[in-house]
């Protein structure tokens, strides 16, 4: 089975670790582009070492790349505000969406939850990472009490994780965290 060729928007902490788990393990998915907005970014530079297509022109310059007809899924680690641009862009091409920011255009999508219920969806919303971590937990105890009223998730991340991507985006993962709590976890 050949394997699909992903790109990924945002070359900071999420989407070099990305990138890398693409190269090292995955089984049907293969890097199309790595894409990021500043020429100097570490992560376009290991892309680039890695022989990975690389773009410093955002979402623009991925629209430019020879391949990107090829490229079928792209993964979006940049910031809600970009990817409301974005997927507006790629929907048009006719791409997968898989949303690794808080914007919450697509439906919550928390594999240990409903991992298939959006597999077909144009955007998968992946909620935020406090809410892959803790909103399970949430969903389990639910199952299992016959009444839960409220739950909150205490989150912290190194700063020296914390890109500008993330920061930008806090007062936005704090709401589409909440309201994932709410419709996926029950309370």
């Known amino acids: 089975m050949a394997k699909v060729k992903a790109a990924i928007i945002g070359s900071g902490n999420i989407g070099t ?20 907005i500043d020429p100097n970014s570490d992560g376009l530079a290991r892309a680039a070492r ?26 979006d680690a940049t910031s809600a505000g970009a990817h409301i641009k974005n997927n507006a862009l ?15 255009i697509g439906p919550f999508t928390i594999p240990a939850i409903n991992g298939d219920a959006n597999i077909d969806a144009p955007n998968v919303n992946m909620v935020t990472c406090g809410g892959q971590a803790t909103i399970p937990m949430v969903y389990a105890v639910k199952r299992v009490v016959d009444r839960v009223v ?38």
């Not at 773009?55 to 310059?61: A, M, N, R, S």
């Not at 007062?171 to 909440?178: L, M, R, V």
Request: proline share 4%; glycine share 12%; hydrophobic share 40%.
């Open 90 to 104: 790629l929907q048009a091409d006719g791409k997968k969406v898989i949303d690794l920011t808080p914007a919450a």
């Open 150 to 187: 409220y739950g909150e998730i205490v989150a912290s991340i190194s700063s020296k994780s914390a890109g500008p991507g993330t920061r930008a985006n806090i007062d936005e993962f704090t709401e589409t965290t909440s309201h994932a709590i709410e419709q996926l976890g029950g309370v």
């Open 50 to 75: 890695l022989g990975v297509p690389v773009t410093h022109e955002g979402i623009e310059g991925l629209r430019k790349l020879p391949n990107y007809n090829e490229i079928k899924v792209v993964f």
């Open 17 to 36: 670790d990305l990138m890398i788990k693409i190269m090292r393990t995955s089984k049907n998915l293969e890097m199309g582009a790595m894409v990021g």
